[in-house]
């Protein structure tokens, strides 16, 4: 079992940064991939980017590309997400995922059959 905690939601003005966290615990985090979800209000959930057991694999969603870096310290077992560049459509709750198997990630862009889940974090852009 893997309990998952978000962290570093906030409010920010279009053109900022803000970077969010997910501290894993109950197993070690290196033995999963790791990822962020999203879900704007009204909107349908969302992949936003995947990191692999060492962090030397990622994908984000094209959306986010060039602005957002996900990476992970396994030895804090925590994944993060810098996001720069922010946009008013960036607003969603964000959610940290885990998943043993990383082709959970791969296609699926609402998450279905991703086992863990946190209960997700607040990300507000105004313009």
């Known amino acids: 079992q893997v309990h998952l905690v978000e962290s570093g939601g906030g409010a920010v003005q279009a053109g900022g940064s803000l970077r969010v966290s997910c501290a894993a615990s109950?197993?070690?985090?290196?033995?999963?991939?790791m990822g962020w979800y999203r879900q704007a209000p009204g909107k349908e959930r969302e992949f936003v980017a995947a990191?692999?057991?060492?962090?030397?694999?990622?994908d984000y969603a094209d959306s986010v590309k060039g602005r957002f870096t996900i990476s992970r310290d396994n030895a804090k077992n925590t994944m993060y997400l810098q996001m720069n560049s922010l946009k008013p459509e960036d607003t969603a709750v964000y959610y940290c995922?885990?998943?043993?198997?990383?082709?959970?990630?791969?296609?699926?862009?609402?998450?279905?059959?991703?086992?863990?889940w946190g209960k997700g974090t607040l990300v507000t852009v105004s313009s």
């Open positions: 990191i692999s057991w060492s962090g030397a694999v990622t």
């Open positions: 109950g197993r070690t985090c290196s033995d999963y991939f």
């Open positions: 995922t885990a998943s043993a198997s990383g082709t959970n990630y791969v296609s699926n862009p609402t998450g279905n059959g991703i086992r863990y």
